[in-house]
């Protein structure tokens, strides 16, 4: 293992110190691949929607697996939560379930939390916790996403924290409550028992640890690791210059008030402190408000891009950087205002703004913006099904297809292909085309590269993807409904340190007679039997001039279908002979004096 920025283990045996950070590193990750293999959740399964940790009976972030971190960097939050409630009353074998986001602060209503506290010997140890987005928790539209929610509580079910099994008996009839309020009952209850049972067996996999080290070695190391993320971080903060430095970013709409939804943040630095300051950002609104830990995961998830991959990604490195993040904003909503789109739309330009912001400072570690989600949610009913092992009605059904944006470019790299959005950090996949087919009654017709959809730089960003699906007539289909998560039909990915920005996003719906009608982000939109949705894909921003670019990038660019030929003379300058596939070097030169003369003239 490489060692991690700021470990420092002067009072702990290096070996047993590295060998315990890995065992635990290893079983967070276990958990969570263990619950993908298994799980009945779409969206768990197929786009890796989930995130684990360990934390420390203080509730620190101890290690979290390489997952989506607007899952794994909120944990803190969720302890906090239910330390609202239980005030350090746990037993060994509870285990604790809630997604009320005004009280574990964190993310929409369908990301629950699990919670299982791990004892050893009788002591309390610490909590695993895991986040994933279930496949339904009530409201009024399957799946979650209701841009037309008068309320929190139109939105779906709100679970305050509580101990669904105690002592390691599940309560029935707490449960049963829970399970007749959301329509896809048995893919609840049987995660729920699987996320259970993966922690359980991670937890007696720490208890051989403890008895083979001892319990103090552990707690030692535990400590340590922490210790080592604080360290890490004020040691990068460090190397920032002092200063004052703002970044901003919007997303088109709420789904309501037709204007845009902008984030502002000023960064701070101050020696080896940095606070970023929200004060900035806009009042709360509807369906895009970030509770306030999603806010902070969010722009750990921006300063974290910026910096020595090494350092530990935990409770320590949470630590040293402070914020300010007034209530009543669209970062920290009052309740019972709506968070239905937060991580996703709000959460990425958390993310974006306050990567402007320290990329100011730091521009050669500047990132362009990726490009925006744009993921219709695809829901419906059908005739009615039972399972037979449980007598549960399974006549609902919930898909995502969507995303693939571009990644941002970074000097000496370009942007990632089909990355998705940014607050994700590329750790959210899409489904297999064959698996969306079996499983929704749509035909995927299209997927594929959008050319010229990139934002153009020395380093460019990803092109964004184009798809088109069809919605089948099957006889158990009774209806079918698109609502979405969507963004950036208006507000574009940035471009860094002179790079262009991406290009914007689109959705269509082709009827039957072939009249095409313009979706927003944010709508509800029935689709019938024939109908073919469109969707394009923003593409990432780009770092550095254009006409800085290698002509061989551009020429490896256009042979790769990614660029046009018209495209590489007219943006980047690099005239080609299209017959040898060669770049006309003295043609180019002239080019791209003339495109430098041009701006120049025109004051750009």
Request: net charge negative; with cysteine.
């Amino acid at each position: 293992m490489t060692t991690p920025a700021g470990a420092t283990r002067a009072d702990i045996d290096p070996i047993t110190f590295s060998v315990v950070w890995n065992k635990l590193q290893y079983l967070t990750a276990q958990v969570g691949e263990k619950v993908l293999y298994s799980t009945q959740s779409f969206v768990t399964a197929l786009a890796r929607d989930l995130g684990q940790s360990i934390l420390d009976t203080d509730g620190r972030i101890v290690v979290a697996a390489s997952a989506a971190p607007i899952h794994t960097l909120v944990a803190e939050e969720a302890i906090k939560g239910l330390e609202s409630k239980f005030h350090g009353d746990y037993s060994p074998g509870d285990f604790i379930v809630a997604n009320d986001p005004y009280i574990v602060r964190g993310g929409h209503l369908p990301d629950w939390n699990f919670v299982r506290p791990i004892f050893f010997e009788g002591e309390h140890l610490g909590f695993f916790q895991a986040k994933t987005h279930v496949s339904d928790t009530g409201g009024f539209l399957p799946g979650g996403y209701g841009p037309g929610a008068y309320d929190i509580i139109a939105e779906g079910l709100n679970v305050a924290p509580m101990k669904i099994i105690r002592q390691g008996v599940l309560q029935q009839e707490l449960w049963d409550l829970v399970l007749r309020n959301v329509r896809m009952p048995t893919e609840l209850d049987m995660d729920t028992r699987l996320i259970n049972g993966c922690m359980a067996h991670a937890e007696e996999q720490v208890g051989a640890l403890c008895r083979k080290y001892g319990l103090a070695t552990v707690k030692a190391c535990m400590a340590e690791i922490v210790a080592a993320g604080r360290r890490g971080m004020r040691e990068q903060i460090a190397r920032i210059p002092d200063g004052r430095y703002h970044g901003e970013s919007s997303c088109d709409w709420d789904g309501r008030t037709d204007r845009p939804i902008t984030v502002r943040v000023d960064a701070i630095v101050e020696g080896d402190r940095l606070t970023l300051d929200f004060s900035g950002s806009d009042a709360q609104a509807t369906f895009v408000n970030c509770p306030v830990g999603a806010t902070i995961c969010s722009a750990m998830v921006g300063l974290f891009y910026l910096l020595d991959p090494t350092v530990p990604k935990n409770g320590g490195a949470l630590s040293a950087v402070d914020f300010v993040i007034p209530e009543g904003t669209v970062v920290n909503p009052r309740y019972p205002a709506t968070v239905g789109a937060s991580q996703i739309s709000v959460g990425t330009q958390i993310v974006e703004a306050t990567m402007l912001a320290l990329g100011q400072a730091l521009p050669e570690r500047a990132m362009g913006g990726w490009g925006r989600h744009h993921c219709p949610i695809n829901i419906g009913t059908r005739a009615d099904v039972i399972d037979p092992r449980t007598g549960h009605a399974q006549n609902y059904f919930t898909e995502t297809f969507g995303s693939d944006s571009g990644g941002g470019g970074v000097k000496g790299h370009d942007g990632w292909l089909g990355v998705g959005f940014q607050s994700a950090c590329a750790n959210l996949t899409r489904p297999n085309v064959e698996f969306f087919e079996s499983s929704s009654p749509y035909l995927v017709t299209h997927y594929e590269v959008l050319p010229d959809w990139e934002g153009a730089g020395e380093y460019r960003g990803s092109p964004g993807a184009y798809v088109r699906f069809i919605a089948r007539t099957l006889p158990e289909s009774v209806s079918l409904l698109m609502t979405g998560n969507s963004d950036g039909q208006r507000s574009a990915p940035a471009g860094v340190v002179g790079g262009g920005s991406g290009p914007l996003s689109a959705m269509t719906i082709t009827g039957v007679d072939g009249k095409r009608r313009s979706l927003r982000t944010f709508v509800t939109e029935p689709i019938f039997p024939g109908e073919a949705c469109e969707t394009y894909t923003t593409g990432g921003g780009g770092w550095g001039d254009a006409l800085r670019r290698d002509p061989a990038r551009v020429l490896d660019d256009v042979r790769s279908g990614f660029v046009s030929a018209e495209r590489a003379r007219d943006v980047y300058g690099v005239v080609l002979d299209t017959g040898s596939w060669k770049v006309d070097t003295a043609a180019t030169a002239r080019r791209r004096d003339e495109l430098a003369t041009a701006r120049a003239q025109a004051g750009q």
